[in-house]
Nanobody
């Protein structure tokens, strides 16, 4: 049974940076395309970034392009989300998700993910 554990959330001032980590246990992460999603209070969960199995291909929501970077280290079974130039509107619970696949593609579609982490809170103060 694969499990995902996020870490790295916290409180940061606007303009600052945070790096989130998501560790995969139970299976090797090379089997999975991965994604980061977020949910702000009173809002639906939305995509942030996604990466394919090997880590060679990535995609981003328009709201974070140029500020966030997703990466994957399969040797460490870990996926990262580097968040720079943070804004108060980035405040949310951030979730890591995994999609088991044999294809070298990524997806930002929430419904295609099989496994979810418990989430980590990111708060950006103005």
């Amino acid at each position: 049974q694969v499990q995902l554990v996020e870490s790295g959330g916290g409180l940061v001032q606007a303009g600052g940076s945070l790096r989130l980590s998501c560790t995969v246990s139970g299976r090797t992460s090379i089997m999975y395309a991965m994604g980061w999603f977020r949910q702000a209070p009173g809002k639906e969960r939305e995509p942030v970034a996604a990466i394919n199995r090997s880590g060679s291909s990535t995609g981003y929501a328009d709201s974070v392009k140029g500020r966030f970077t997703i990466s994957k280290d399969n040797a460490k079974n870990t996926v990262y989300l580097q968040m720079n130039s943070l804004k108060p509107e980035d405040t949310a619970v951030y979730y890591c998700a995994a999609k088991q696949t044999v294809w070298a593609t990524f997806t930002l579609r929430l419904s295609e993910y099989d496994v979810w982490g418990q989430g980590t809170q990111v708060t950006v103060s103005s």
